[in-house]
């Protein structure tokens, strides 16, 4: 398969299908969308939690829930020039600004900051307590750590896989051994 073709059968496909679907179904999936904030004050705990894990563990340089936040002035549109929808029907909040700087300014990079900062801590406990290989561990490189806790004891060590003792996702004795040469 070409890369634009594996490209395209990656991609969700929504844009193509939104106007087809009824009034009714697209309020439902707004409503939808916006349930998920009652959850937050618990993934927040969720979160903070496993951040606080970390740190009575030993941990430093744990990334923090504001090093996911976009900055604003990164943001194409201010609260002065931020731009709105017609809508599709006379109430709809498309048509309301307050909305989009609601939905934009807040909604959207909080909460998406708070589950990629949360999917982070949680991937530092897994290369923390789990140093073992698998097919998806390549994607908890963003929350690499020196060592785990399988690594600080010299005799648990050896019981690890050849490839899990040196993987650098979990332990700094590869960058140990490139500064040795």
């Known amino acids: 398969m070409k890369a634009c073709e594996q490209c395209a059968a990656d991609r969700i496909e929504i844009g193509t299908n939104h106007k087809q679907m009824s009034i009714l179904s697209r ?25 606080y894990s970390m740190i009575f563990c030993g941990a430093k340089n744990l990334k923090k829930w504001g090093d996911f936040i976009p900055d604003r002035d990164s943001h194409r549109y201010s609260l002065k020039n931020q731009i709105k929808m017609d809508g599709s029907f006379k109430l709809s909040f498309a048509q309301s600004k307050l909305y989009w700087i609601a939905n934009c300014t807040l909604y959207c990079p909080y909460s998406v900051a708070l589950m990629e900062w949360h999917a982070y801590l949680v991937k530092a406990v897994e290369n923390w307590w789990c140093p ?7 994607n908890y490189k963003n929350a690499s750590i020196d060592q785990s806790f399988w690594h600080i004891y010299p005799d648990e060590i050896s019981k690890l896989h050849e490839e899990d003792k040196a993987n650098p996702i979990f332990t700094d004795e590869h960058d140990k051994d490139l500064k040795a040469d």
């Open 132 to 138: 073992f290989t698998h097919a998806n561990k390549e």
């Open 27 to 51: 309020t439902i999936g707004l409503i939808l969308v916006y349930l998920p904030i009652f959850t937050l004050p618990f993934v927040i705990a969720s979160a903070y939690s496993t951040y």
